[in-house]
């Protein structure tokens, strides 16, 4: 009996050097609650042409520099396209960590941009957790060529969209999102059916290392366009560099902007019509404090 | 011999209720990482950090989650947690370690205390043995403690490619900061 006791007692004298290296923090860590943003969906604002889910940071300058080259198919006459370059530049400022504009101007029929984006839901992982990110977009183009030939106003010149962005991000390398779009021209082609035009997005990027991505861009218009149109469908890979993102794709693409990629696309994508473009984006910080 | 037994029991028990006594915890201790290369300064904080110590046994742990570090430029941030600690696989750094002269420590007089810490540091999935020299303070019962040492980035097999080979410092200097240790 009593040498049971004894070696009961020296069991727990045993034990208590060896509660005493147990982690201290155990408990701790355990009250403090595990709900993170998920962040870093895509590598960049816009998936190749369309607005992804992410946004800037406040007080972040986008300068983003946009080229779209010829078709390929042109030949070594057009050097595969790369003798002929339509481009876009814009500025885009995060206002707040949930809401960002910008402005932008294009080559192709002398276009100017503007939007606003403001995200609504954010995707979180813990308890409680939100699936998806939300986001609206909302913007207008202004075309400003003088070759105008119906000499119109202002106000036919321009061209408004509004645009929904439901995404997530599935795992560390896979994220999906669809942006239902809403475009409405004030001024259409006589061959054009209707002013407004509805159409779905899609887009993803699947992530083969720490800085390479690809990523597919696509919409289809859900009204009966001209039989002109095709599908706008780029296909590219993101590459990021330290301040850098490139974006390198190809595509049937000419118009950067949501009314010149949605209304304006003709080239068949799967017939050959592909002509390289690239998307450059360096982020400035503004308003830092010197310390 | 079974009062024996009792008393020893008693001992023991109250033995264990001291040492509990003597358990501090914060969970507002700030870690801080400077690094200085030719091109760019890099430097973050995390207010967040767990930490405990016991004044018994100079056991002393620290537990930090990547993502709170904070960084001046977000984008600086994000590359942080994507592409060089991987805060999605390896989520928090944690330090344990113990102070070889805990005795020294007298949290009952206001006073500095010299404490030479050997441990292990987990980061990125990778554990090293760490030796830190911290300084705690003691004021009317209040606890505080700082510590600065040096980490090698490719001891953690964290990679930074050439081409930002001059914006990123091979030897990143980790400050520690707990500005109140509270009793528990």
Known sequence: ?291 | MKKVLLVVLIISASLQTTIAQKKFISKTAKISFYSKAPLEDIEAHNTKALSAFDAGSGQIEFSVLMKGFEFEKAKMQEHFNENYVESDKFPKAVFTGNIKNPGDLKLDKDGTFKAEISGTLTLHGVTKSQHVEAVFYVKNGFVTAVADFAIAVADYNIKIPSLVAEKISKSIKVVVNVASYQQR
């Open chain 1, 1 to 291: 009996m009593i040498k049971r006791l004894v070696s009961y007692v020296m069991a727990m004298f045993l034990l208590l050097p060896a509660i005493g290296q147990e982690s201290l923090l155990t408990e701790m860590e355990d009250s403090i609650p595990s709900r993170e943003k998920v962040t870093a969906a895509f590598k960049s604002t816009r998936v190749i042409n369309a607005h992804s889910v992410e946004m800037l940071h406040k007080g972040n300058l986008d300068f983003r520099i946009l080229h779209r080259f010829g078709n390929v198919n042109d030949g070594v006459k057009e050097w595969f396209g790369l003798d002929n370059a339509s481009m876009r530049m814009s500025f885009d400022y995060g206002l707040t960590n949930n809401l960002m504009i910008g402005i932008g101007r294009s080559t192709f029929r002398k276009e100017l941009d503007y939007f606003l984006k403001a995200r609504l839901l954010q995707q979180t992982t813990g308890p409680g957790a939100m699936p998806i990110s939300l986001l609206v977009a909302t913007g207008s183009t202004i075309w400003t060529e003088s070759s105008d030939p119906y000499k119109t106003n202002i106000t036919k010149r321009t061209a408004h969209y509004v645009q929904l962005i439901a995404g997530r991000k599935f795992n560390e390398s896979f994220s999906l999102q669809l942006s239902p779009i809403l475009l409405h021209r004030n001024l259409i082609e006589a061959w054009d059916t209707d002013n407004t035009i509805f159409a779905i997005g899609g887009g993803a990027r699947y992530k083969v290392s720490k800085r390479i991505a690809f990523t597919i861009d696509y919409h289809h218009a859900l009204n009966s366009l001209p039989s002109t149109n095709t599908d706008p469908l780029s296909v590219g890979v993101d590459i990021e560099t330290g301040g850098h993102v490139f974006q390198l794709h190809f595509s049937n693409v000419v118009g950067m902007n949501e009314r010149a990629y949605i209304a304006q696309t003709t080239d068949e994508f799967f017939k050959g019509d592909i002509r390289f473009g690239f998307n450059l984006s360096r982020i400035f910080k503004l308003g830092t404090k010197k310390k």
